[in-house]
């Protein structure tokens, strides 16, 4: 029993797996953040159900971490990682901060509780077309998950998570099975290639026994099993699932860090009744379920804590529903899905504009046909929530069967809180398929899910402007058409308002009409100009790196007024003795004017031409107590042609 390693063969490729780099901070937020999403989300998807594809009983998960002077003493630890120190040291190996062996060993364990276990012939050493071996797939196959493509993980790198969350980038994991009740406990890790005593290795490890084939196997030995839970302080016993134990935790993996990360990440499975977490120390144990959720929110930073309470509230007001107070739109066209404001029923549009404006919550549901190259077109549906709580993100949550995906680029619908939920089923796994490794993200160029199916980029272009095109298609009723309505106003953040490419648009195409693949979406128009947010005001610059210049900007302002459009208020304002503002008057003036001329100003008004490729205008003097909208068009030159 110990750490194997192999020694490389002459014909095989050098390997620097780099899976772990799919969970970096570009990708989520933080170790804590990655290691949550993954951890609960491979739980969700291996947890018992009945006939019906329910879960047969609430989903437990437990998080445990014991560092500082609860850590493992040095002596103690090492006797689990007898076969690894060199290697652990070795040159090139990718480690940088390789553990000493004296070191006292802090750790982070995951378990959970109601799931099937790692399943499967634990000696199977290559996948078998129709075998779903759960074991073979998390400790032996890389980039790869098990088939069938319904999990809520797609491209099996998701247990790399548990690696990257240690600071030997391995872990243990101990499995009780659901079908046979027997107990198996294996270690790995993942290095780089390695040179260690005279010898070039292969990037994997194994802690277990090694056979007479070199083939290393898990270690059911009932006495190691019972001093290896003990000394890490598991919770399992003969349960059914999975326990995993990382050693030399990440430092950034905080007991804080991991509450946010639960709360912000499965609000809603755990509102539901679906999912309970527990976060322990040996100090504390948190519990956070639907009756401990807000105080769970409430041990985040004070500005965090608002924004996820308002949240939940949404979310446990939506989670309570019956299906007659959900309002449903029109079916969308079956053979592929465009919006229209004639999908919502005119007869409740005056409630639904009410609703809305008094601050009441709404309950939408829209239905669609999926329809999968090859099979039979499938109906599916989708739900969103709103209110409108003076949210200044505006920008939904959306939920793919209970995992948040994070990084979705919808327009914002200002001062509207929402979020869009995708249950199991045809739509789900459509949207599945087009999520990134780390699920954060839909796209429609991805292995998964290019060509796959008929239409696919319009489902992800519906399903992402659905709630803008709902606030829209309320708030143009009883006004003038303006298509700034939905701009971002400038109290957003501004590295999240002024970076964001236009959502790419799709050609349309003769009903009845198909190729053999979606058309491809266009690639976001590069910005010629932007515009951000300065002290006081804002400030419009030179766009994206090889675009020309704009010829003139036309630069309209006012302060927001929320379910109006602010452009027309500030008109009948001018009739007020006192109007909010003019340009150039008063206090509101123009700071710096580089490389651009005025041609015009007046009131909230002024047009710009610009002189240089490298320009800047900043107006400045505004309330800052008060959100200011800006509308900056464009006027084309004579050479846009040629871009």
């Not at 509102?271 to 807000?294: H, K, N, Q, R, W």
């Not at 309002?327 to 053979?335: N, R, T, V, W, Y």
């Not at 087009?434 to 239409?455: I, L």
């Not at 053999?516 to 994206?544: H, I, L, M, Y």
Request: net charge negative; with cysteine; charged share 30%.
């Amino acid at each position: 029993m110990g750490w194997h390693y192999r020694v490389k063969a002459p014909n095989e490729k050098v390997r620097d797996p780099i899976q772990g780099e799919f969970f970096s901070t570009e990708a989520i937020k933080n170790p804590a953040d990655a290691l949550v999403r993954e951890a609960i989300q491979n739980a969700l998807d291996a947890a018992l159900k009945d006939g019906n594809g329910l879960l047969k009983d609430i989903l437990k998960v437990r998080f445990f971490l014991a560092t500082g002077k609860h850590a493992m003493p040095g002596q103690q630890a090492a006797a689990w990682f007898d076969g690894a120190w060199d290697h652990f040291h070795a040159s090139g190996n990718g480690l940088r901060e390789p553990p000493s062996k004296n070191e006292s060993c802090s750790w982070l364990v995951f378990e959970d509780f109601g799931t099937c276990g790692l399943q499967g012939d634990v000696a199977q050493s290559e996948p078998i077309d129709g075998v779903k071996n759960h074991f073979f797939y998390f400790f032996r196959a890389e980039g790869k998950s098990v088939e069938g493509g319904k999990e809520r993980g797609r491209w099996g790198v998701g247990k790399y998570v548990f690696p990257r969350s240690s600071r030997a980038n391995a872990f243990f994991g101990l499995s009780v099975r659901n079908d046979d009740k027997k107990r198996y406990l294996l270690g790995t890790s993942v290095f780089k290639s390695h040179r260690s005593a005279g010898k070039y290795f292969c990037p994997d490890g194994y802690f277990g026994i090694k056979d007479q084939s070199e083939f290393v196997l898990p270690i059911s030995d009932p006495p190691t099993l019972d001093k290896f839970c003990k000394e890490f302080r598991l919770k399992r016993t003969d349960e059914p699932g999975l326990s995993v134990v990382m050693p030399w935790a990440d430092p950034e993996i905080t007991s804080k860090a991991l509450i946010e990360a639960v709360v912000r990440g499965y609000f809603y499975p755990i509102l539901t009744g679906a999912l309970s977490v527990s976060i322990e120390t040996p100090e504390e144990t948190i519990i956070i379920d639907d009756s401990t959720l807000d105080e769970a929110a409430l041990r985040l930073d004070q500005e965090e804590s608002k924004d996820v309470l308002n949240l939940v509230e949404l979310a446990e007001w939506a989670s309570t529903r019956k299906p007659q107070e959900i309002i449903k739109l029109a079916p969308c066209d079956p053979e592929r899905p465009d919006w229209t404001d004639s999908l919502i029923p005119p007869d409740q549009i005056k409630a639904l504009q009410n609703a809305l404006e008094h601050g009441d919550k709404v309950a939408v549901r829209a239905s669609l046909t999926v329809r999968e190259k090859g099979k039979a077109p499938a109906p599916s549906y989708f739900d969103f929530f709103l209110w409108k709580d003076g949210f200044e993100g505006g920008r939904p949550v959306f939920i793919r069967e209970g995992l948040i995906i994070s990084d979705v680029r919808a327009p914002r619908a200002r001062g509207i809180r929402s979020f869009v939920v995708t249950e199991a089923g045809p739509l789900g796994t459509l949207l599945g398929d087009a999520e990134n490794p780390a699920h954060t993200e839909w796209q429609s160029k991805g292995e998964n899910f290019r060509g796959k199916y008929t239409y696919g980029v319009s489902f992800l272009d519906f399903v992402t402007k659905a709630v803008a095109n709902f606030v829209h298609a309320l708030t143009s009723q009883n006004q003038e058409e303006d298509k700034t309505l939905l701009l971002d106003i400038f109290s957003l953040p501004p590295d999240k308002a002024e970076e964001e490419p236009k959502q790419p648009e799709t050609k349309k195409k003769k009903k009845g009409k198909e190729t053999a693949d979606d058309p491809d979406p266009q690639e976001p128009k590069k910005r010629r100009f932007r515009v951000k947010k300065s002290d006081g005001g804002f400030t419009v610059t030179r766009g994206e790196a090889g675009t020309l210049p704009p010829a003139r900007l036309d630069i309209k302002c006012a302060y927001d007024t929320r379910g109006k459009n602010p452009l027309n208020v500030y008109r009948k304002s001018l009739d007020a003795k006192s109007p909010d503002f003019q340009i150039g008057k008063d206090a509101v003036n123009i700071a710096t004017q580089e490389g651009v001329k005025i041609v015009e100003m007046k009131n909230n008004w002024l047009r710009i031409e610009v002189l240089k490729q490298d320009f800047e205008l900043t107006v400045c003097g505004f309330d800052k107590n008060r959100d200011l909208f800006v509308n900056v068009k464009m006027e084309e030159g004579p050479d846009d042609s040629q871009i």
